[in-house]
């Protein structure tokens, strides 16, 4: 197996997962994500997406993502880990390779779900 360099991870992204039983607890942990790291937000290395209620791309359910830089990783994984709650959270880098980063590199937290990955093909 080679070893890919790791400076070929360009931001992260994280999507929380809900569905309309989950709305409002997706929501709420959205406005809880946006007072902790408020700090991150306005100095631009925490971005927060849209909030999308329907899938949107390869994921299959409705989400809103979160997107940072390697030096957020940590921070970002260990506070989702401990805080998520019911939520299920996806995280994958961005090295340009989109079916990679998302089929091979992923780190789920709570349940995994079976990604669209049609949606990246091609």
Excluded: C
């Amino acid at each position: 197996m080679g070893v890919t360099d790791t400076r070929t991870i360009v931001d992260w992204h994280a999507h929380v997962y809900f569905d309309a039983a989950s709305r409002d607890a997706a929501w709420a942990l959205r406005l809880v994500i946006e007072a902790h790291f408020a700090g991150e937000l306005q100095g631009g290395a925490l971005r927060l997406g849209r909030f999308h209620e329907r899938p949107v791309g390869p994921h299959p359910m409705w989400s809103f993502q979160l997107g940072f830089g390697g030096e957020l990783l940590a921070p970002m994984l260990a506070w989702l880990a401990l805080n998520h709650g019911a939520l299920d959270v996806f995280m994958h880098p961005n090295t340009g390779d989109a079916l990679r980063d998302h089929r091979d590199s992923a780190v789920w937290i709570g349940r995994s779900h079976e990604l669209v990955l049609s949606k990246l093909i091609g």
